[in-house]
């Protein structure tokens, strides 16, 4: 399957406009660093474990966001997933139940140099320790109910239709248990490759 550009357009706008609904000085700049007309850029499907755990993602969906949710589950096995770390950082069991999608950005279907936006996904029973990056940092969590951490805050429960700010450089985990987690994420201001660096506890 070759995903359509307008497909790719339809889903960087449903969350735009989720952003933009949130108001507030914290999605100002990533709202002004959006691009206005990203050109698309060929990318090469491939393939990770954590796919699989797709098919549990609907019935932890919530109505508001259920369109977005949907629209990338269409599209999800014939995306570029890709993963930021090896196994000698986390091991294979961790590998199995985390990837990412780059919807917007520097290697994503639709190129820009201002921000990455794309999807997380976190198999259930999976905790992605604590890490930080120079890029500042908004999630918002689109299925499942996990555990985040930022800073020196305790870890709690975020929802889907919440939205998680992460300052530049301030550390943050995130944790699920019986569900899996799908989030979009949106990176602005820093180094939008991805990098991330993990700190011991």
């Not at 599209?75 to 090896?86: E, F, G, V």
């Not at 950005?105 to 996904?121: D, N, P, V």
């Not at 987690?181 to 990176?187: C, D, N, P, S």
Request: glycine share 8%; net charge negative.
């Amino acid at each position: 399957m070759i995903i359509d550009a307008d497909e790719y357009r339809l889903i960087a706008e449903a969350m735009r406009d989720i952003v933009a609904g949130f108001g507030g000085d914290e999605t100002k700049p990533f709202l002004r660093d959006w691009p206005d007309h990203p050109q698309r850029r060929d990318v090469t499907t491939t393939y990770l474990p954590v796919i699989a755990q797709l098919a549990h993602l609907k019935r932890c969906a919530i109505p508001d966001l259920a369109v977005l949710v949907d629209r990338f589950l269409e599209i999800a096995p014939h995306c570029n997933w890709r993963q930021t770390y090896s196994t000698g950082d986390l091991g294979t069991e961790f590998l199995k139940n985390y990837g990412w999608v780059e919807i917007i950005g520097e290697r994503g279907a639709l190129a820009s140099h201002t921000i990455a936006a794309g999807f997380l996904m976190l198999g259930a029973h999976t905790a992605y320790p604590l890490h930080a990056h120079g890029a500042e940092e908004l999630y918002f969590p689109l299925a499942g109910h996990a555990e985040w951490a930022r800073g020196s805050e305790a870890y709690s429960v975020k929802p889907p239709g919440t939205m998680i700010h992460h300052p530049s450089r301030v550390p943050h985990a995130m944790r699920t248990h019986a569900e899996p987690l799908l989030a979009f994420y949106i990176w602005r201001d820093g180094d939008l490759t991805q990098k991330s660096d993990l700190i011991a506890n």
